[in-house]
């Protein structure tokens, strides 16, 4: 130790650093790609009460927070990157590259990346029924455990086949594999249920057409929030710029004032 160095004060408890590596297969973050920053904080702010937070990848990127807890990433990169305006789940690999070339010998395309992303790599894919995913290695976003036992989010794929899809997943993914920690398959009533930690993830269901006129028809991973009011919710974006695509009870399908669709889903969340 040298003159310059501060006197020890109090220990400070280290939050755990998480990686991919732990958690490979499972979603682990949801984010979307948007035109006018502003304009989507204005907007999500108003339908599910986000407060927001900047982070080091520069001023075109967000995290929202509910309650304090990080819900999802905001990247106002779509007209920079002529990228399409969409919410888009990632899920975790352990090498980006080797997932990527497993999706392309499947079927799949690789659309962007891998990129980097300090602390990490990110690429954008399609499956084979031009589903559009994310894949992220590296270290996760800070209070992420937080993340996943709140379950402010969940994950539905809607496609052609679900039986096909899971298939195509798990190679790509590692789901149901021989390896410790890897995500667990179910069937459940026609639909594949995706598990972590015993926790159901992510669904899988049949009947989406990939010739479709309608977006929200065709094959696409759809991301729920949890809220505590749907009508609320599907009202403020009216207000605010968006619309309702569908409404029930406790289930509104919406889309922002940029044309992204999501879900708002009355809590509890995980089914």
């Known amino acids: 130790m040298n003159n310059d160095t501060p006197a020890p004060g109090p220990v400070k408890k280290q939050r755990e650093v998480i990686s991919t590596d732990s958690v490979f297969g499972a979603p682990c973050w949801v984010s979307l790609t948007s035109r006018d920053l502003g304009t989507t904080e204005d907007f999500y702010s108003a339908v599910l009460g986000w407060r927001w937070r900047g982070v080091r990848l520069g001023d075109h990127f967000r995290i929202a927070l509910a309650d304090g807890v990080p819900v999802a990433g905001i990247a106002a990169v779509a007209a920079m990157w002529q990228m399409a305006v969409a919410w888009t789940p990632y899920f975790a690999v352990q090498n980006a590259d080797d997932a990527v070339a497993r999706a392309r010998e499947r079927g799949g395309t690789p659309a962007v990346g891998p990129l980097s992303f300090p602390p990490g790599r990110a690429a954008l894919l399609a499956d084979r029924d031009g589903a559009i995913f994310g894949i992220w290695e590296?270290?996760?976003?800070?209070?992420?455990?937080?993340?996943?036992?709140?379950?402010?989010?969940?994950?539905?794929?809607?496609?052609?086949?679900?039986?096909?899809?899971?298939?195509?997943?798990?190679?790509?993914?590692?789901?149901?594999?021989?390896?410790?920690?890897?995500?667990e398959v179910e069937y459940e009533g026609?639909?594949?249920?995706?598990?972590?930690?015993?926790?159901?993830?992510?669904?899988?269901?049949?009947?989406?057409?990939?010739?479709?006129?309608?977006?929200?028809?065709?094959?696409?991973?759809?991301?729920?929030?949890?809220?505590?009011?749907?009508?609320?919710?599907?009202?403020?974006?009216?207000?605010?710029?968006?619309?309702?695509?569908?409404?029930?009870?406790?289930?509104?399908?919406?889309?922002?004032?940029?044309?992204?669709?999501?879900?708002?889903?009355?809590?509890?969340?995980?089914?």
């Open 190 to 271: 026609g639909e594949v249920v995706l598990r972590s930690r015993g926790d159901a993830v992510a669904r899988i269901d049949s009947g989406a057409v990939e010739a479709a006129p309608d977006p929200s028809v065709r094959p696409h991973w759809q991301v729920h929030f949890a809220v505590g009011d749907v009508a609320e919710c599907a009202r403020a974006a009216e207000k605010h710029g968006g619309s309702v695509l569908q409404e029930k009870d406790t289930e509104a399908v919406l889309r922002d004032p940029d044309g992204a669709q999501f879900t708002v889903t009355a809590r509890p969340l995980r089914p």
């Open 138 to 183: 590296g270290q996760l976003v800070s209070n992420w455990e937080i993340w996943r036992q709140a379950a402010p989010t969940f994950i539905r794929l809607h496609t052609r086949n679900a039986f096909d899809s899971a298939i195509f997943y798990g190679e790509v993914l590692g789901w149901a594999s021989e390896k410790q920690g890897c995500c």
